[in-house]
């Protein structure tokens, strides 16, 4: 069963940056799609990127679209999230989630396995 564990989250200044990680372990990503979905306080958990897992396609939800970019090296079953012109609605919990089915990137639903979260804080 794969463990996903996310780490670089903390607080940011709004325009600044920060770049996510996502270690795995107990098997490898290789053969998974992985996301990236965050949760604001009062809100319900939401897409934010996704990489097939040959790493050839990327998706993004609106806001994040050319600030934000996914990347993955399956040789150190790491997943990254490049974070750039952060805003203050960026804040949020940051889950790091694999999936099989790549039709199902979109959907918090659809993912199979989760990491704990990293919070990010932009704030002046």
């Known amino acids: 069963q794969v463990q996903l564990a996310e780490s670089g989250g903390g607080p940011v200044q709004p325009g600044g940056s920060l770049r996510l990680s996502c270690a795995a372990s107990?098997?490898?990503?290789?053969?998974?799609?992985m996301g990236w979905l965050r949760q604001a306080p009062g809100k319900e958990r939401e897409f934010v990127a996704a990489?097939?897992?040959?790493?050839?396609?990327?998706y993004y939800t609106d806001s994040v679209k050319g600030r934000f970019a996914i990347s993955r090296d399956n040789a150190k079953n790491t997943v990254y999230l490049q974070m750039s012109s952060l805003k203050p609605e960026d804040t949020a919990v940051y889950y790091c989630?694999?999936?099989?089915?790549?039709?199902?990137?979109?959907?918090?639903?659809?993912?199979?396995?989760w990491g704990q979260g990293t919070q990010v804080t932009v704030s002046s």
């Open positions: 107990g098997g490898g990503i290789s053969s998974y799609n």
């Open positions: 990489i097939t897992w040959k790493g050839d396609r990327t």
């Open positions: 989630a694999a999936v099989v089915y790549s039709g199902g990137v979109y959907s918090p639903r659809s993912y199979d396995y």
